[in-house]
């Protein structure tokens, strides 16, 4: 670091605190959200950093002018909170501007119209991103995590706050998406349903006037959670909405959105393009498709114990693990193909042995009474049309779409 002297110190203080008054007073947002934001590591807020450690009294500087002291509140802490953040010292950061966020809030309260949403949406930001790292410092020193949690209850403090009339209100669904990001991140998910039964019943709420960005990752992460439920025409629903409207520039965020799209359409008998998945680096998926379409139970199995870890941290694999009945649908298929261009006479009719010699083909050592009972359970599922001839070990098919299409629809539970 530069020398830096005790007046050029006062000087970058003093600075700081015309602009963010003169922001308020003129309700320039633009101004404020920058004045805010930590994590952009501006050289602005780093040289302020370095002054407020050499100048030990802008306590005095605030408390001195009625200009500064009317947000004293909100720019005391936030001063702390870029010292230690500017040393390092996370915790003690984020400690410091919870107190500055909850001074603003009560600001943001008290003024009538929405200019300051967006300062709030860094806020809102900030103090989730801030925890984050704070709680990695925690657990780094053998100390509990806890202030992600603690940012949690502060957002819903705010969402509380704009969940009312008015146009505060269309900043409801951004905290909302920061809320789910740290759900997810927690691993409380079951949380994010409150906040979700708010925005889709509650009457003060028009989704459609949400900006779009937020209505993008909210479908984002409620398809997520449709995903856990296993309910996945609503996760599709969701997730292609996301897809739908997302910025077709940003190959991340699409990427994000189809590593859960894709085990959706799967599920739904819908198979992606090779194109796709190499577009967007989603190989993982490249064998499981491949798998569905050749009817190979060993190829879906070796992809599955492959990427088992990736899938496992996505929250897939039990998804994906489910794709066997498809597999098994798509492989008593090829067979019924085959026997059709020998005998078509005789192709309804597939004994169990010839299964039985087909799996072993690739590898899969089952008996005859397994692979009835796995023909039983896709009879049951609707994915053959048929039944039994127990003495002869014969299913019969039907001779009308022996092997219904899902058309979009998932497998019977």
Known sequence: MAYLSMGEAHRRITDYLNRFSDAVFSQDVSSLKQLLSFSSNSPFLISLADALNLFQDANRLIKQSDKYSQFGDIILPLFRSLQNYRTGNLVESYQAFE???????????NWESAWALEALYVLAYEIRVLAERADRELASTGKSPEKLKAAGSYLMKVFGVLAGKGAKRVGALYVTCQLFKIYFKLGTVHLCRSVIRSIETARIFDFEEFPKR??????????????????????????????MHCNPQNGANIRMILKYLIPVKLSIGILPKDSILVKFDLVEYSNIVQALRRGDLRLLRQALQDHEDQFLRSGVYLVLEKLELQVYQRLLKKIYIIQKQKDPSKAHQMKLEVIVKALKWLEMDMDVDEVECIVAILIYKNLVKGYFAHKSKVVVLSKQDPFPKLNGKPVNS
């Open 99 to 109: 107190k500055s966020a909850n001074a603003f809030i009560q600001e943001f309260r």
């Open 214 to 243: 937020d209505k993008v990752t909210y479908m984002y992460y409620t398809g997520r959670l449709e995903v856990f439920n296993e309910n996945f025409p609503a996760a599709d629903q969701k997730l292609s909405y996301s897809l």
